[in-house]
């Protein structure tokens, strides 16, 4: 929901600016995802932010493996972990990061996470800018039906999008 201001924002030359809109998503909005065990709420696209920022909620089952660890090239990526726990490994080190925790991955840096626990872990992603976005779209498509994507068409779509695997932990 975009709730825009009725009273102008600043005054220009030319006469007042409109505000700018506000992006309200309540709880039972945005796009969902399904990915295997993991549920997505998209609920900031780039739609109402110049595709400056995403963001998406996602609930990890209770021992859901993670993506392989990867690099993204073209976009930070931080999570910050609303309930349960989630390991992060960045290259060779683990980080074990219960709710309230915040994780900031840069550009070039590897990392994966995964829930090792036995509760459903809940964490907000966000993706500057929202260039990811649309991966988990498309990986949700590739997911259809059940089968998994072969390694070589995940690499593919990873690749779309700026991301790669990360083996050597640099």
Not at 6 to 18: F, N, R, V, Y
Not at 93 to 107: K, N
Not at 145 to 164: C, D, I, K, N, V
């Amino acid at each position: 929901m975009t709730v825009e201001s009725d009273k102008p924002h600043a005054q220009e030359a030319g006469g007042p600016i409109a505000a700018p809109a506000v992006s309200v998503v309540r709880p039972e909005d945005g796009e969902r995802l399904v990915l295997g065990a993991t549920r997505m709420r998209v609920v900031e696209d780039g739609g109402n932010t110049g595709h400056r920022l995403g963001v998406a909620e996602s609930v990890l089952a209770p021992h859901t493996p993670g993506p392989p660890q990867h690099r993204h090239a073209r976009h930070d990526e931080g999570f910050y972990i609303v309930s349960g726990s989630v390991r992060f490994t960045v290259g060779a080190d683990d980080h074990d990061a219960p709710a309230g925790t915040f994780v900031l991955v840069p550009p070039g840096a590897p990392h994966t996470f995964a829930n090792v626990t036995d509760q459903p872990a809940v964490m907000l992603s966000m993706f500057t800018p929202d260039l990811y976005v649309q991966y988990f779209r498309d990986l949700q498509d590739m997911l259809a039906g059940g089968r998994a994507p072969s390694p070589l068409a995940h690499l593919r779509t990873m690749s779309r999008y700026a991301t790669e695997p990360a083996t050597d932990f640099r």
